[in-house]
């Protein structure tokens, strides 16, 4: 799907590039891998060397997100899918420094996967602020669920890609359709 999938704005590409370390449509487990999680977290500079037990709390995490994300294309309820989240959000920390006189700055607490998932929150609480965090979806194909960012004009996308999910997804109801007639 990277191929296909165009960037999320700056401030959101890297919360999207987390989410997509691993890839739905092949047999694959979310919570065990194997994905690009590592290679995410190095690409990234945070949570280098994570232990066995940190990535997991990442993968939970990441999982956790693409519920919100589903949420944010209508596939899911968002109540529950920001419920999900509530454990990551009360164990994340953060820390004010003074960057210059008279502009402070939050920092994200703590080490490893914590402060990885208190610096990503942070990204999302942002996009909040901006208004553009809506519009940073999960695929509505369910072997797919692949983060993208929803570039229409009225918000409505609901594929990472019209050309390649939304087309298969399209072609599939066609079937069923021709199938029963009725």
Known sequence: MLSVTQPAPPELETLRTFINSVNLEQPVDP??????????????????????????????????????LEANAGGREATSAW???????????YNMRIDAPGSPALEPAGHGAERTIAALLAVV?????????????????????????????NGSGAWCS????????????RRIRAKNPA
């Open 125 to 153: 609480y942002d996009a909040m602020r901006r208004g553009n965090w809506s519009r940073l979806k999960a695929c509505r194909k369910e072997s797919c669920r692949w983060a993208y960012y929803d570039r229409s004009k």
């Open 83 to 93: 419920g999900a989240l509530e454990p990551f959000a009360q164990a994340s920390g």
């Open 31 to 68: 919570l065990t891998g194997p994905d690009e999680l590592e290679q995410w977290c190095a690409r990234n500079r945070e949570c280098e060397g994570a232990a066995p037990a940190e990535l997991r709390r990442l993968r939970e995490f990441r999982e956790a997100l693409r519920g919100v």
């Open 162 to 173: 019209m050309a390649v999910c939304g087309n298969r997804m399209k072609a599939k109801r």
